[in-house]
């Protein structure tokens, strides 16, 4: 028999969102690219969105095949509505895999689904949790749920004091942590990634050593995770998987080819690339300001807005920007961040954005709106220095003045040099993390290489 024979199945279970389906089908190619079976398991109506050439894809169902949440509409309805269908086909599949004669060594699943845990254990096989937060959001969540953080009696005027994590004033805080009434279901779908850990047999975060060995360190105790990341693909990192420049799912049609041409046609450096992520919506007071600072900026500009804002743009916008500005519905993000015409990503500070940001070199400015995006805007700010945040008013709205001034700071002001140089330390310290021997890639032999011994055991 061939090794590869001997290196076990893994079933990949992510939640059904972009941002959530790039880095576990990412964690799939590289167990692949280590000789393990690969199989990523996805709802219905996100599975011929997902293609790649070197794991598999099966079908599970939430409950509603059509379209998922957008067909529940509402949150707790699809989470409970998920775990008992999703349990119910999960299993399913990991009986066929068995009876196929690929029977399926562990389960690693988004921390979104801890059910999934239950569903391995009761297969008899390993179960291993994926966080696609930052190490530093885990923490505040995981001592959250265990009842072991200290909120201050005024939160709005007094720092959080955490050990291990930087003093983080209000709005630095996650906004299911600063606002709970305002998103209870989410908050209550963080907190619960933690009822069931300690029965995992791994926890992997979406992470890397050099970036937050502290904020894991202090709290390896309640949450022993192993730090994998950057989950990018491999062609903009250490080019140890061929072929492999996109994530190999999108929910939605890019548009790259029209967007290099473009690009190619700008100098080098001078191109604000704007992208607030899948899941943000924009107000129509926000949108405005973020058009008008673009136009008055005078810089080059490459902006994406989904097609379901682009109402919101502002009358006569498009047209009178024709000269700089560029605007797509959707776009390959990773080729877009490569480019050598990109001089700053105007971003969300979504935590895979804040990575792929960080993996490619590229100076940031954050306008982070809600979630853990708040607490990535002031990393990126304050503790890594690769970039600034635009600041909101007392309206919650970042004014043009703003947008601008953070721009041009990041892209020629007093402090560009050094966010430059610091954006392309970080580079090299996400390439060298996943690189042959680096901290995450150690990480994830010692996860094959328990797989492998496992399996060998049972074939004894």
């Not at 196929?100 to 390993?126: E, M, N, T």
């Not at 969540?141 to 939160?155: D, N």
């Not at 080059?300 to 920007?321: A, M, N």
């Amino acid at each position: 028999m061939e090794e590869t024979e001997y290196r076990g199945h893994v079933v990949v279970l992510p939640y059904p969102s972009q941002g959530h389906i790039n880095p576990l089908l990412q964690f799939a190619k590289r167990l692949a690219s280590k000789g393990v079976k690969a199989t990523i398991a996805t709802t219905r109506y996100t599975l011929k969105s997902i293609c790649s050439a070197n794991v598999g894809v099966e079908p599970i169902s939430d409950g509603f095949d059509e379209s998922g949440f957008a067909q529940a509409k509402n949150v707790d309805l699809f989470l409970k509505s998920f775990k008992a269908n999703g349990s119910r086909t999960l299993s399913e599949l990991i009986r066929k895999f068995q009876d196929s004669g690929s029977p399926v060594s562990c389960v690693v699943y988004d921390s979104f689904f801890p059910w999934a845990l239950d569903v391995a254990k009761q297969h008899g096989i390993y179960g291993a949790s994926f966080f696609t937060n930052s190490a530093t959001v885990s923490h505040i969540f995981c001592l959250r749920h265990h009842g072991k953080l200290s909120l201050p009696v005024k939160l709005e005027t007094t720092p959080l004091l955490i050990p291990g994590l930087p003093p983080l004033n209000f709005p630095d805080l996650p906004s299911f942590l600063k606002l709970p009434e305002s998103y209870p279901a989410y908050l209550a779908m963080k907190l619960s990634q933690f009822s069931n850990l300690d029965m995992a047999d791994w926890i992997f975060c979406n992470t890397f050593e050099e970036l937050e060995a502290e904020e894991a360190r202090s709290i390896s105790k309640l949450w022993p995770a192993k730090l994998i990341g950057p989950m990018v693909p491999a062609a903009y990192l250490d080019g140890r998987i061929e072929d492999d420049k996109g994530y190999g799912a999108s929910l939605w049609e890019p548009l790259s080819d029209d967007c290099i041409k473009w690009l190619e046609t700008k100098p080098p450096k001078s191109v604000a690339y704007v992208s607030f992520g899948s899941m943000v919506s924009l107000t129509l007071e926000q949108m405005e300001e973020i058009a008008w600072g673009l136009k008055e900026s005078g810089l080059h500009f490459l902006w994406v807005v989904k097609e379901s804002e682009q109402d919101k743009l502002p009358d006569g916008f498009v047209d009178s920007t024709k000269e700089k500005g560029l605007i797509v519905t959707w776009c390959n993000q990773l080729e877009m961040l490569e480019n050598q015409a990109i001089g700053c990503f105007v971003t969300h500070c979504g935590w895979n954005s804040t990575l792929e940001g960080l993996s490619l070199g590229v100076p940031m400015v954050g306008v982070p709106k809600w979630a853990d995006q708040l607490t990535d805007a002031k990393f990126v700010e304050e503790i890594w220095e690769v970039g600034l945040r635009a600041k909101e008013d007392d309206t919650e709205v970042v004014r043009k003045e703003v947008l601008v001034m953070c721009m041009k700071e990041v892209m020629e002001g007093e402090r560009s040099q050094q966010i430059k140089k610091n954006a392309s330390k970080w580079r090299e310290l996400a390439k060298k993390a996943v690189s042959e021997g680096g901290s995450s890639d150690k990480c994830i032999n010692e996860f094959v290489q328990h797989l492998v011994q496992s399996k060998l055991h049972h074939l004894v």
